[in-house]
């Protein structure tokens, strides 16, 4: 849904998806390579984060955007896992579609 209301349409989303998913990365940026490396590992082992995978993200996006990089990670991280302990089910339509052709007009 995050990626309809960047703007993208639906076969870019399917596209994007896949690609993500696949976990072939290799035709996103280098930055966009080191953020989903980062996300992962955070997902999957926070504790197992170093100063190492920190400055992996500070190369690419800075200081600041580094740690933007950490804490929308771990947001977001944390939104899933509220999420799946409440057993919500995603939305079946883009509730901001609205308010974005709002803001358009």
Request: net charge neutral; proline share 3%.
């Amino acid at each position: 849904m995050n990626l309809a209301v960047a703007g993208l349409k639906k076969d870019e989303i399917a596209d994007r998806t896949e690609r993500l998913a696949s976990g072939d990365w290799s035709s996103f940026t280098p930055a966009e390579q080191a953020a989903f490396v980062f996300a992962r590992k955070q997902a999957g082992n926070p504790a197992s984060i170093t100063a190492a995978d920190l400055q992996a993200l500070e190369k690419h996006f800075g200081k600041a955007g580094a740690w933007q990089v950490v804490w929308w990670s771990a947001r977001c991280h944390y939104m899933t896992r509220v999420a799946d302990a409440f057993q919500l089910p995603l939305e079946s339509e883009n509730v901001f579609m609205e308010r974005k052709k709002e803001k358009r007009e």
